[in-house]
């Protein structure tokens, strides 16, 4: 019998043509990852076949151009995305962060300017962790001083994934002491050091780039407050349940095809093995399921949605990587080959928690709020 739920786990009936057609371009995408990840090469043309196929504007309101799709529709669309491709899924993310961050905080001109820019396959990319600020992307550190037309910045921003083929960058920097956040056109002033060379994700190319007296337009500053959903904070758990889907079907064909000689049984037939597997599969179904629901508060436009992603981010963060790892232990030397995908599964796992806000920092939100004097009242 279904079990009843107060919110729908699906998104709405006339959005699967929307699954089906991310389903297709997945196939493709995962015939491509061992390659794009061995090579660290930008995925230019996945991302190209998104924006195709309409999904860079899906989920922009109908008055800027988009289809005003649902937050479930677009976790769906990025499990699918993710689990066929970390990189591009973790690239498109941020560029949709970027491009409806600039479009929900800015002004009526510049916001009907950057979805058209976004519609007509412009890319967009965040900049705003500092190397010093860590896991405070939000609360940067560097000042940008006044001059005619806006101000300058003298800094650095680091691990701006897909940078090298933004023609925006979203930027933020302290002026008059508190955070703001412009659309910056890279021109000369701002260098890109290639220094990503990573374990996992590395395809995302998440360079430094550094700003020599770098113009932030007072024209591009975000001067809006909005109460729109950002793609950034709902769309992380479900990268991570992407590679988690990944990392258990991969190690669910390893362990149905390896027999084991003293036995003559394949490694799916030992207990230990179904244990664990089945451990991680419930786990998965949990946090699929927090997500789930934390994008459906995203269509409410409920308040909860912050509190919720970050617990949807926590669990999701933690099972990828313990679905990942136990994929390491089932696949043996077999699976410690770089020829297998387990392995890859297992260094992509690892980069969801360390992304702001990282498993720690989700924690330590989580239980100063569930530990405070008034959280009982
Ligand atoms: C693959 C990838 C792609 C990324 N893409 C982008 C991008 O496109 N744009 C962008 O701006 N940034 C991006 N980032 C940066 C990311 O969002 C974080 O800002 C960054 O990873 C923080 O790294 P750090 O080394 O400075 O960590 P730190 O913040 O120094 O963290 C180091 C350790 O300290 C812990 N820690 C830090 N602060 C606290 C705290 N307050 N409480 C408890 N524990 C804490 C962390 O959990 C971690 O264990 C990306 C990162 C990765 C890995």
Known sequence: MPIASPFPLDPPASEMPWIARATELAVDFAQHAAELDETAQLPVDNLRRLHEAGFDTAWLPQSYGGQGLSWLSFGRVLTIVARACPSTATIWLMHLGAAYGLVHLSEEENAGFFARELAAGKRFANALSEPTGGNLFLVPLQVARPVEGGFVLDGAKRFVSGCEIADYLLVNALVDDVPAFFGVSPDDTVKLLPVWDSV??????????????????????????????????????????????????????????????????????????????????????????????????????????????????????????????????????????????????????????????????????????????DAGA
């Open 200 to 373: 996992g994700l590395r395809a995302t190319r998440s360079q430094l780039i550094t700003f020599d007296s770098t113009l932030l337009p007072q024209a591009r500053r975000c001067t809006k407050r909005s109460e729109e959903p950002n793609p950034i904070p709902i769309g992380l758990p479900f990268l991570s349940i992407g590679v988690a889907e990944a990392a258990l079907e991969a190690l669910r064909e390893h362990a149905c095809g390896r027999v084991i000689p003293t036995t003559g049984q394949p490694l799916a037939a030992m207990q230990w093995v179904q244990f664990a597997a089945a451990g991680e599969h419930v786990r998965l179904r949990a946090a699929t399921l927090l997500a789930a629901q934390t994008a459906w508060l995203a269509d409410q436009r409920s308040p909860l949605v912050n509190p919720s992603s970050l617990e949807a981010k926590l669990l999701a963060n933690e099972v990828a990587k313990d679905a990942a790892a136990l994929g390491v232990k089932i696949g043996g030397g077999s699976g410690y080959l770089k020829t297998s995908p387990i392995q890859r599964h297992f260094r992509d796992a690892q980069a969801g928690a360390l992304m702001a806000y990282s498993a720690e920092v989700c924690q330590s939100e989580i239980g100063k709020a569930l530990l405070s004097a």
